[in-house]
């Protein structure tokens, strides 16, 4: 939708413009629609030129095109219409195509959203049927086109030209969509609803940085962040305080931050002295693996994690801890694949990791509100 709006904002500067043509004999018209037969000669090029002239220049078919400059044609959709027949209300598109260098700017929405303004107010459309090849199904679908006819047979079948290896799709023209302003439209909407939310959330609200740290703060209770509390927060609903114990040294002990500090602790030593931590005591070097850190931007190991225990003020929760521990063993696996001896070692360090934790919170990981990441 962004990209379609950028076009719009190039209609009201004028370098673009939606044009509605006949074979009406006018020069400017007949100029417009060669400019069109070169689009699709070259973008259609299974189609034969001579079958693309005797379309777009005969006068039951009509086309849109989106002219650059006021000269330059850059994309076009030609369809057909049956007035006077029980088709009447219905539209069939024989070629659809922009500018290669343009397909993947927007250009084809906003192309076909002035097609369907235009068969709605010039034609008094309200369906367009096509048949669409392998290549044309995606962009169609995207148009609000489906597989499915909701027209009666005999409303069709006969009208329009039958092709071999096509996908037929139908799309009903909405009769009050703004098509040729839509992204207008949905930005109002937007500016609405946000309009609305803003009068009973604080969520548009942005607070400065906190000094604390600089300042050289330890934890900082959740309640004094400013705005957490206006945002509906609560003591007794926050994470950081879910009510648990930890089973340690034949002791059932609560969470206060030295007990934590102790578990933690003893955590990263079994972690430390398991038969597989070698490789994970200290960072990577990058002389060793030089290619190791523009894929892992985010590196983690058992050293880093001791220092950051050791400060007493990163490690507030056991979830940072265990974050931390998943990041440095996920990292072996995106590096080294998961059938690598190096991640094997990490993994089975990561159970032993799981296996103390599962057996000393109490009464279980998930009343605890800790989240055991599986890798």
């Not at 929760?317 to 190096?342: E, H, I, R, S, W």
Request: charged share 20%; glycine share 8%.
């Amino acid at each position: 939708m962004n990209r379609e709006a950028r076009h719009m904002e190039r209609e009201h500067t004028g370098e673009l413009q939606a044009v509605y043509i006949t074979n009406n004999g006018s020069i400017e018209n007949g100029r417009l629609l060669i400019g069109l037969k070169n689009v699709f000669s070259k973008c259609l090029p299974n189609m034969p030129k001579e079958y693309i002239c005797r379309l777009i220049f005969e006068r039951r078919h009509k086309s849109v095109v989106i002219v650059r400059n006021g000269s330059q044609v850059i994309g076009g959709i030609t369809y057909r219409t049956f007035p006077g027949t029980p088709a009447a209300r219905l539209g069939e598109i024989a070629f659809c195509a922009v500018a290669q260098t343009l397909q993947v700017t927007g250009c084809g929405t906003r192309l076909m959203n002035w097609t369907k303004h235009y068969a709605r107010e010039m034609d008094g459309l309200e369906y367009f049927l096509t048949y669409a090849d392998n290549n044309a199904v995606g962009y169609f679908s995207k148009q609000s086109f489906t597989k499915t006819v909701t027209q009666e047979k005999d409303k069709w079948f006969g009208f329009i030209k039958d092709y071999d290896g096509g996908t037929l799709m139908e799309c009903r023209i909405h009769p009050t969509l703004p098509y040729a302003s839509f992204p207008e439209m949905l930005a109002k909407q937007r500016a609405a609803l946000e309009g609305e939310v803003k009068r009973y959330t604080t969520g548009h609200v942005v607070h400065p940085g906190l000094p604390h740290w600089k300042e050289g703060g330890g934890p900082m209770p959740v309640g004094d962040i400013p705005g957490v509390v206006e945002a509906g927060w609560s003591h007794a609903a926050g994470m950081l305080y879910k009510e648990y114990q930890i089973a340690m040294n034949g002791q059932i002990l609560d969470p206060t931050e030295d007990n934590l500090f102790e578990f933690m602790t003893m955590l990263l030593k079994k972690a430390q002295k398991h038969a597989d931590a070698g490789p994970f005591q200290r960072p990577v070097s990058a002389m060793d693996v030089p290619d190791y850190y523009s894929i892992i931007i985010d590196p983690m190991d058992l050293g880093t994690m001791e220092e950051r225990l050791n400060s007493r003020r990163y490690y507030i929760t056991l979830n940072m801890f265990a974050a931390d521990f998943y990041k440095m063993v996920k990292n072996c696996q995106l590096y080294n694949g998961a059938t690598n001896p190096y991640f094997l070692a990490a993994k089975r360090i990561y159970e032993v990791f799981w296996s103390v934790m599962r057996s000393s919170i109490l009464p279980n990981l998930e009343a605890a509100g800790i989240v055991e990441p599986k890798l």
